[in-house]
């Protein structure tokens, strides 16, 4: 696990196992600037930033530990802040070394920007249609 300083206060965080991933998996940790303290209401989180990249980040995790336990070491997970603001999160990631030569970048909102010199995007929507 390796932080990657944004500014003084920010870091951005790596992991993998010990080797360079060819697949970085990615999303970003913050939230939208501003509005109310989130809070928690009758057992739920409410307030700004609830949601947003949190589901994605325990995912990601949960698949990269899934891929440990069989043995795939070459995966790794990226998560950047100052995805809401200015990407600086993005670019300060570029700097430890070249990136892996595939990424996944998934992001709850579209459009998605793939990230900063990309020579290719794919565009998913996942829609599941939730019954009462």
């Known amino acids: 696990m390796r932080r990657i300083a944004v500014d003084q206060d920010r870091h951005d965080l790596l992991v993998s196992f010990g080797r360079p991933p060819r697949i970085l998996l990615t ?20 307030g700004r930033g609830a949601c947003d990249a949190k589901g994605i980040v325990a995912s990601m995790l ?3 530990l899934d891929l440990r336990g069989q ?8 998560l950047v802040v100052g995805e809401e603001t200015h990407s600086d999160g993005a670019r300060a990631a570029l700097h430890p070394g070249p990136f892996p030569p595939l990424r996944i970048t998934i992001e709850s909102t579209i459009p998605l920007a793939s ?14 249609a939730l019954n009462d």
Do not use: C, E, F
């Open 115 to 128: 990230g900063l010199g990309s020579s290719a995007a794919v565009y998913v929507a996942v829609v599941r």
């Open 27 to 46: 999303t970003h940790v913050d939230t939208v600037p501003g509005g109310p303290l989130p809070t928690l209401q009758a057992g739920r989180l409410i």
């Open 62 to 64: 949960g698949a990269l």
């Open 71 to 78: 043995g795939i070491l070459d995966v790794g997970l990226l």
